[in-house]
């Protein structure tokens, strides 16, 4: 594996996190537009899902240089495809009441600030020019 990718604790935090990345991407696509949860029959909130926008589009940017930093640019795409090619099967597989509803963007609010809480962790140092 040392061949392919040096870093292989960089790696598997990547796959965690661009895995994140993607399994969050299929729980907010569920809340755009903001009318489509009414239609369904749920309650819906506008600010929560506009709120986990912004955290994903911060995640989706700290994962990507997180990964370009540290790892090989074969790795990245790899990594990212997989995780791309899989989440929506790991997805389908939860009930509908987890995939829709205030319950679920709040939760994913919570999961994605401590990704980005264990990113920073795990590549602070690397990560702070950035910020």
């Not at 790795?75 to 989440?87: P, T």
């Not at 597989?93 to 994605?112: F, N, S, Y």
Request: glycine fraction near 8%.
């Amino acid at each position: 594996m040392a061949a392919l990718e040096p870093n292989v604790i960089a790696l598997a935090w990547f796959a965690l996190f661009s895995t994140l990345c993607c399994v969050g991407f299929l729980i907010l696509s569920g809340s755009f537009p903001l009318s489509a949860a009414k239609e369904r029959g749920q309650a819906s909130s506008p600010a929560l899902a506009l709120l986990n926008g912004a955290l994903m589009l911060v995640l989706v940017g700290f994962t990507l240089a997180f990964g370009l930093i540290e790892l090989r640019v074969t790795s990245v795409i790899v990594v990212a495809g997989l995780a791309f090619l899989f989440a929506p099967a790991s997805f389908e597989i939860w009930p509908e009441r987890w995939k829709d509803g205030r319950a679920v963007l709040a939760i994913m609010a919570l999961a994605q600030m401590g990704a980005l809480a264990a990113l920073y962790q795990v590549g602070g140092e690397v990560l702070a020019p950035l910020v």
